[in-house]
């Protein structure tokens, strides 16, 4: 029977069972980013609990994106157990740390996924998969930008900080040109 099922999709056994994994990531990520923004929100740095409210909306729409993807594709997509995430943090900069640091475990298990991608030569799924590679180009940027200003800004501007936070983009594609 387990034969059978396979029959019904091209996506091996594990590209599945690494795209399941990554929409638990991208639930865990969505989870710590809300407890982001609550954090700021508690700590009146409205804006960039504003951010956090939409990376964590973002993160979300990745998962389902990999969801529907597997069901579309005829394999098995599992809804995730998300685990308990910290919802304190030191300093605003141990925020974005840590923002920083989940963008670029993601980026590892996307560009781990796209080598499994390779192996079983499916290619339609690492096609899929660009897309989150030029994402993850944004998200790494935009977390390492704003440790920057965090640097540069001092302290006592806490709510100039804020709004320009906020504020920061990736107007780098390089894919585009």
Known sequence: MKDLARLRTAIKES???????QIQMEMVSSSKYLAMAGWCDRNGLDHCAGFFYKQSDEERHHAMKLF???????????????????????????????????????????????GICRRESDYATEELLKWYVKEQ???????????ELIDQIPADQIYYLDKKLASVTYDGNVFDE
């Open 68 to 114: 529907h993807y597997l069901c579309d594709q005829g394999a098995t997509a599992y809804s995730p157990e998300v685990p308990a995430v910290a919802q304190e943090f030191d300093s605003l900069r141990s925020v974005f740390e840590g923002a920083l640091e989940q963008e670029v475990s993601v980026t590892d298990s996307i560009n781990r996924i796209i």
């Open 137 to 147: 180009m944004e998200e790494e940027y935009i977390a390492r930008r704003c440790l």
């Open 15 to 21: 590209v599945e069972l690494a795209l399941n994994q």
